[in-house]
């Protein structure tokens, strides 16, 4: 069931939840832990560029954690290895990057609080051009691995 919900959390309808900055928009910012006490989360979302410019994202930054990277994952041989995104993450013009599990990702490590289901976290967005956006990422509970 948590799997479920997991997944409409993540392909909801782009409705309340989108945020603009310029020609960009930010879909869907969720933030995925463990559990309510749990100390990192990832954060996932879609960033759309309908402009003709390219752009990139510098950083995420919140009080709700001590730090936030941007990470990607890469598979060595048979490991999955999370690599920090030097320089940011570049969101061309006319395209729509994701940041989904397996791939692209805030890691927000050090909660500083609980953070339960539903919770909103908020943050900074910063890009080259578009400049800085305030977005809430929505915490939803990861589902278990067996």
Do not use: C, W
Request: glycine letters at 10%.
């Amino acid at each position: 069931m948590k799997l479920l919900l997991l997944a409409v959390a993540v392909a909801a309808p782009a409705a309340s939840h989108d945020y603009s900055a310029g020609q960009l928009v930010i879909g869907q910012p969720v933030l995925r832990v463990a559990s309510p006490v749990s100390k990192t989360g990832a954060g996932f979302m879609t960033i759309s560029n309908k402009g003709k410019v390219a752009d990139r994202l510098l950083s995420v930054a919140t009080d709700a954690s001590t730090r936030s990277d941007l990470h990607g994952t890469v598979q060595t041989g048979t490991t999955m290895q999370m690599r920090a995104q030097a320089g940011g993450v570049p969101v061309p013009a006319g395209a729509r990057i994701s940041f989904a599990p397996g791939g692209l990702h805030v890691m927000f490590i050090g909660l500083k609080a609980p953070v339960p289901a539903g919770r909103r976290i908020k943050a900074r967005l910063t890009f080259v051009k578009a400049g800085s956006v305030d977005v809430e990422f929505t915490v939803v509970a990861a589902a278990h691995q067996h």
